[in-house]
């Protein structure tokens, strides 16, 4: 099966929810099959905010607490159930499930990661980048290897689609020129690693030089997460003989389509398909709406017609299902990714 990538049309959307809920789909029939990484994130060292990867274990652990019938959710849950009578493919699914929920980089800032990381002191570049892609094939070959008929990777992105993961040398420093040439293009030696200093600006290439005119302002040219997925789907087909099945996440909500209509063209500029749009329904039920004083009791609800109209309109002019997702995942929405 091909990996799946999570991306969102802004933070906060729901891909840490999405990304729980096809977890514990796989799992519950294929229990120990499934992976979930998630490359970069942002503000949890240090402070008190959970790491997506924890949003899943906490997700599971309430799963199986409920299958249980016990009446807590803490970090022990999954201990105390397996020293119960679990069956033997559930024991071994919670006992590994710490080893297949993998932070592949973190950071101290809720920010993004360009700034997060320069704030830690480790500004992403070029080769980072790309030894994180190596590392992440490596990751995704190995476990296909161990479970060869049933595995399943889910990776979730973080933030938006064009949130920057490069872009300074250090933290209060001016934004750098970073080349996204050598990140797409391919490499002569096999570990498809530029062993050159690749933030340096070219002094000899126009357009990589950093406009001196007006310093306030350079012009810079950052990857993008958009950026690393694409590159990400390049060496997997090399590496995994597979490639990646993307969706995208937005919420329910005003604003949705623009988002959304966006964030699918910054995917097609870089020739990334999209097997589906979710838009996420908690935010139809905590208060993100405004109500109209104006509705009469013989209209149709404002609020209804807004969104129905955001789920039409995108199928309609993307082409692609289009799904509302709450806590629980129809089979039309499992079907529509392959999953």
Do not use: W
Request: a positive charge; charged letters at 20%; proline letters at 6%.
């Amino acid at each position: 099966m091909n990996p799946l990538f999570i991306l969102g049309t802004d933070t906060g959307v729901g891909k840490t929810f999405l990304a729980s809920l096809l977890f514990a789909y796989h799992e519950a029939s294929h229990p120990g099959t499934t992976l979930y990484v998630k490359p970069f994130q942002t503000g949890v060292k240090g402070t008190p905010l959970p790491s997506d990867a924890e949003t899943v274990h906490d997700y599971m652990s309430l799963r199986a607490t409920k299958r249980n019938k016990t009446s807590t959710a803490d970090s022990s849950t999954i201990d105390k159930l397996i020293a119960k009578n679990a069956t033997s493919s559930t024991k071994r699914s919670l006992q590994s499930l710490n080893s297949r929920l993998l932070t592949l980089t973190s950071y101290r800032l809720p920010a993004a990661p360009h700034l997060a990381a320069a704030y830690d002191h480790k500004p992403l570049n070029n080769l980072f980048i790309e030894t994180l892609i190596e590392k992440l094939c490596k990751k995704i070959a190995d476990f296909h290897k161990n479970n060869p008929t049933e595995a399943r990777v889910i990776i979730e992105g973080s933030g938006g689609v064009l949130v920057p993961l490069t872009g300074y040398t250090s933290y209060h420093s001016d934004p750098i020129r970073t080349d996204k040439t050598n990140i797409d293009e391919p490499k002569t030696n096999e570990s498809n690693i530029n062993d050159k200093n690749i933030d340096a600006p070219k002094a000899n290439n126009e357009t990589n030089i950093m406009n001196t005119t007006s310093r306030k302002n350079p012009v810079i040219n950052p990857i993008m997460l958009a950026d690393f997925v694409r590159q990400l789907n390049k060496r997997l087909r090399v590496v995994c003989k597979n490639e990646l099945d993307v969706v995208l996440v937005g919420k329910t909500a005003l604003g949705t389509l623009n988002h959304t209509l966006l964030s699918c063209e910054a995917l097609a500029k870089r020739q990334i398909p999209i097997k589906a749009i979710f838009l996420n329904d908690y935010f139809l039920h905590h208060g993100s709406e405004p109500q109209s004083s104006m509705q009469s009791p013989s209209e149709p609800d404002p609020q209804t017609l807004v969104l129905n109209d955001n789920e039409e309109f995108l199928a309609r002019l993307t082409g692609l299902p289009v799904h509302r997702f709450k806590a629980i995942l129809s089979q039309a929405m499992i079907r529509s990714i392959d999953f």
